[in-house]
């Protein structure tokens, strides 16, 4: 034989020997604990893969695990799990809740009466959790600018032959947030601060020689609002959360002119919104869910110069029903995200409010004019508005959302929205 087969059938029986060793070999077992994967670039730690929580609360309903303990926590903090839903992009969400209508009817005069929706905390009062939020808790600031193409009206009547006037204003707001994060992960608060345009819808009613200014003025400041969520359960492409939101009267006061007749309307109500949410993701797709009962803690006052005094009257205490909100919401990343953050999303989200209870109605009489509340037109509460827009995913944490908002429905507080929204995750 010679040499080189020689050398040829030694490999040959290597190659077979290695193939076989190769074949009857033992796969490796797994390492015990999380799996580590690999961090995205520019996060301080490594993702735990997979991981999830369920909260002391969420393992009542359950018979299958105890609630997580701080490790477990900790490696859902830490987990891909959590940072897959992080990059949902959050609702946009919608609320502008109704302010009280008045009917000014002027006494022994040629004038016509005179409604209007009384403009308290600048016209832009409300709590809707849902607005730029999802389930998971996080820390992030963001800032909102919402434009509310005819939201204000003023209309006067057809009385001693003149003719009617209605008078559209639009509003403007702008919100500035923050949430932080409490609780090892568990929980958040959100601290959001609305502030309106200065706006004024003004005009002249009246024929025949008697005729009046009338005017419907608002100011800058809104309702501050507090939420506070804490997390029940989450895994892979799920979470649930619930809470308490808080609204706070630190809104300017609502005013309403006649001539000599004067109606304001004061921010002193807090508001109790408890809700549940959920956010959900699979693959490209993604969905939200928020419900929630907006409590009012009592009436906001109402003073009228009804007599001829020049002093504005308390004629009664406005008390907001009991509201029930249900914002649904899904979308597509049209380019999924990747490690810095980037990425587009096109979304489309439904808002539906209801009043659980009658409006505040009542009436009241005096030498100068006659004041009613509610009674001629009721707020509009039960409201159905859609939403579409896009997510642009800047990187750095960064994302710019805008989007558009419809009335569905004949009862509304609004012709149409735009909104914008700039959020920073950490």
Not at 59 to 82: C, I, K, M, N, V
Not at 168 to 187: M, W
Not at 333 to 341: D, S
């Amino acid at each position: 034989m010679s040499k080189r087969k020689v050398t040829t059938l030694v490999l040959a029986i290597a190659l077979v020997c290695g193939l076989t060793r190769l074949a009857t070999a033992q796969p490796t077992p797994p390492p015990s604990g999380p799996i580590v994967a690999q961090a995205f670039p520019g996060m301080p730690y490594q993702l735990v893969d997979p991981a999830n929580y369920v909260s002391p609360f969420a393992s009542l309903f359950t018979s299958t695990r105890g609630p997580s303990t701080s490790d477990e926590l900790d490696a859902y903090f830490q987990s891909s799990s959590r940072s897959r839903l992080l990059n949902v992009p959050e609702m946009f969400g919608d609320r502008r809740v109704s302010g009280p209508t008045i009917l000014l009817t002027p006494v022994a005069t040629g004038l016509p009466g005179l409604g209007a929706e009384i403009p308290v905390s600048a016209a832009i009062s409300g709590l809707s959790v849902a607005e730029n939020n999802q389930a998971l808790p996080s820390d992030r600031v963001w800032v909102a600018y919402n434009y509310f193409h005819n939201a204000l009206d003023v209309q006067t009547d057809t009385r001693f032959g003149a003719a009617p006037q209605n008078r559209s204003q639009s509003l403007h707001r702008t919100v500035f947030a923050f949430e932080k994060l409490l609780d090892s992960g568990r929980t958040s608060i959100e601290l959001r601060m609305p502030f309106g345009g200065a706006f004024g819808a003004d005009g002249v009613a009246g024929a025949f020689g008697a005729s009046s200014q009338y005017g419907v003025q608002g100011h800058n400041v809104g309702n501050m609002n507090l939420v506070l969520k804490r997390l029940l359960y989450a895994e892979e492409g799920f979470a649930l959360s619930t809470g308490l939101g808080l609204e706070v009267p630190t809104g300017s006061t609502g005013l309403v002119t006649y001539g000599p007749i004067q109606a304001s309307f004061d921010s002193q109500t807090v508001h109790f919104v408890p809700y549940v949410a959920m956010t959900q993701r699979s693959g490209c797709w993604f969905g939200h869910l928020f419900t929630q009962i907006d409590f009012a803690s009592q009436g906001d006052p109402l003073r009228v110069t009804i007599n001829d005094t020049g002093a504005g009257d308390l004629i009664g205490r406005v008390n907001q029903p009991a509201l029930w909100g249900l914002d649904i919401g899904g979308g597509y990343w049209l380019v999924p995200p990747c490690g810095c953050n980037k990425g587009l999303a096109l979304v489309a989200e439904l808002h539906y409010t209801t009043p659980l209870q009658d409006d505040d109605a009542f009436s009241a009489a005096g030498t100068l004019t006659t004041a009613s509340v509610n009674t001629a037109a009721s707020p509009a509460y039960e409201v159905l508005n859609f939403t579409a827009g896009l997510q642009l995913g800047l990187g750095g944490g960064w994302q710019l959302r805008s989007g558009a908002v419809f009335p569905g429905r004949a009862e509304k507080v609004f012709d149409a929205e735009y909104l914008l929204q700039l959020n920073r995750g950490f």
